[in-house]
């Protein structure tokens, strides 16, 4: 079945250092590829988006990349801030009216 | 503004009470999905629909049921709140043609 696998955080880092939170995903077909962002306390947000292979989605700094090669959709951000503390969820749609979520990266940046 | 709102945001109750938790979306969005997230942040879908009168169970069964009268709102009800029913309930809305979803603030719900 179709699936998605994310790395297991927490992911500390400190401001201004490199992000990368690294996702795979198991689908048939060609899924559409989402990450999302929840704050403490609050809904999630959705991030970026792609929705064909070798797309890029990007965002307020945060990028991915469509990856059909190696079923990737990797999340990268050249210099995190203390603000982007959450936790990020990778999220495949497999062209039906459901997503299937990662289970949560949580990333923590200090000053 | 166009938005999804979830309605309590907190709710402490006690056990064998009947609650229900409100949805309302201004997006006008035909596809709506109740999610319980626990403790470890990991999503589970309980309930979606794909327009009035349309209600389907979600992958993760609950003793929760849900009604769509009207476009706009979705509302989950428990019956007979549980202690196992603690949890995170997020609230979601999609464009008919499109697959990415909109979330509500979520309303935390502890049943003592």
New interface residues.
Partial sequence: GNSVTQMEGPVTLSEEAFLTINCTYTATGYPSLFWYVQYPGEGLQLLLKATKADDKGSNKGFEATYRKETTSFHLEKGSVQVSDSAVYFCALSDNTDKLIFGTGTRLQVFP | EADIY?TPRYLVIGTGKKITLECSQTMGHD?MYWYQQDP????H?IH?S?GVNSTEK??LSSESTVSRIRTEHFPLTLESARPSHTSQY?C?S?EFAY????????TRLTVT
């Fill in positions: 979830q596809k470890g942040m990991e999503l879908l979606y794909y979600g992958d997020l979601a999609s697959y990415e979803q909109y979330f509500g603030p979520g």
